[in-house]
């Protein structure tokens, strides 16, 4: 069954250093979504990227955040600048049509986030 | 502020009960409902999505039902077995994109 790759699974890094962590979404799918849960809290939603381009994005997803698809298969998330409270377990996720239909989401298994 | 609320936040069964746990969240501006189950170290898998007030979905022996008037959805593990121990989130997806999770129902079955 086709699934969703996140990599790394496990990522250290020191406050103020640039992320990139790697998703390849399911390849039919056309929405493609990053999604964080901070330890003991509620998975929050962070953007949506369809067509090439952010359609929604949260109030978390601010200047230090951007994510590409810089070719026909990955899809990237990039802190610039992480600070301690990025610490969490990012989940990239994809669907074939958008969440407000009857499509699912399909989500990796994440890559925990870990800035000392 | 949307606010999607989850309980009970655990639960733990004897292999064989059945149990249910409810998703309360906002009955305006609704577009669907969706329900997924987390095992540790996995990904959320969805179980089911629910758009339609009065919704009744079945897979096995977990079921799910859908209020969109009152704002409540319940989830149904009929004989619990070892294999459903997981967290049970659900998320409600207003217009637009995102899914606004719960924080999740743990289950613990013990054998």
Same mark, same amino acid.
């Given at each position: 069954?086709?699934?969703?790759?996140?990599?790394?699974?496990?990522?250290?890094?020191?406050?103020?250093?640039?992320?990139?962590?790697?998703?390849?979404?399911?390849?039919?799918?056309?929405?493609?979504?990053?999604?964080?849960?901070?330890?003991?809290?509620?998975?929050?939603?962070?953007?949506? &990227?369809?067509?090439?381009?952010? *359609?929604? @994005?949260? $109030?978390?997803?601010?200047?230090? #955040?951007?994510?590409?698809?810089? /070719?026909?298969?990955? &899809?990237?998330?990039?802190?610039? *600048?992480? @600070?301690? $409270?990025?610490?969490?377990?990012? #989940?990239?996720?994809?669907?074939? /049509?958008?969440?407000?239909?009857?499509?699912?989401?399909?989500?990796?298994?994440?890559?925990?986030?870990?800035?000392? | 502020?949307?606010?999607?609320?989850?309980?009970?936040?655990?639960?733990?069964?004897?292999?064989?009960?059945?149990?249910?746990?409810?998703?309360?969240?906002?009955?305006?501006?609704?577009?669907?409902?969706?329900?997924?189950?987390?095992?540790?170290?996995?990904?959320?898998?969805?179980?089911?999505?629910?758009?339609?007030?009065?919704?009744?979905?079945?897979?096995?022996?977990?079921?799910?039902?859908?209020?969109?008037?009152?704002?409540?959805?319940?989830?149904?593990?009929?004989?619990?077995?070892?294999?459903?121990?997981?967290?049970?989130?659900?998320?409600?997806?207003?217009?637009?994109?995102?899914?606004?999770?719960?924080?999740?129902?743990?289950?613990?079955?013990?054998?």
């Amino acid at each position: 069954e086709p699934e969703v790759t996140q990599t790394p699974s496990h990522q250290v890094t020191q406050m103020g250093q640039e992320v990139i962590l790697r998703c390849v979404p399911i390849s039919n799918h056309l929405y493609f979504y990053w999604y964080r849960q901070i330890l003991g809290q509620k998975v929050e939603f962070l953007v949506s &990227f369809y067509n090439n381009e952010i *359609s929604e @994005k949260s $109030e978390i997803f601010d200047d230090q #955040f951007s994510v590409e698809r810089p /070719d026909g298969s990955n &899809f990237t998330l990039k802190i610039r *600048s992480t @600070k301690l $409270e990025d610490s969490a377990m990012y #989940f990239c996720a994809s669907s074939v /049509d958008r969440a407000a239909t009857n499509e699912k989401l399909f989500f990796g298994s994440g890559t925990q986030l870990s800035v000392l | 502020i949307l606010n999607v609320e989850q309980s009970p936040q655990s639960l733990h069964v004897q292999e064989g009960d059945s149990t249910n746990f409810t998703c309360s969240f906002p009955s305006s501006n609704f577009y669907a409902l969706h329900w997924y189950r987390w095992e540790t170290a996995k990904s959320p898998e969805a179980l089911f999505v629910m758009t339609l007030n009065g919704d009744e979905k079945k897979k096995g022996r977990i079921s799910a039902t859908l209020n969109t008037k009152e704002g409540y959805s319940y989830l149904y593990i009929k004989g619990s077995q070892p294999e459903d121990s997981a967290t049970y989130l659900c998320a409600f997806i207003p217009p637009g994109e995102k899914l606004v999770f719960g924080k999740g129902t743990k289950l613990t079955v013990n054998p």
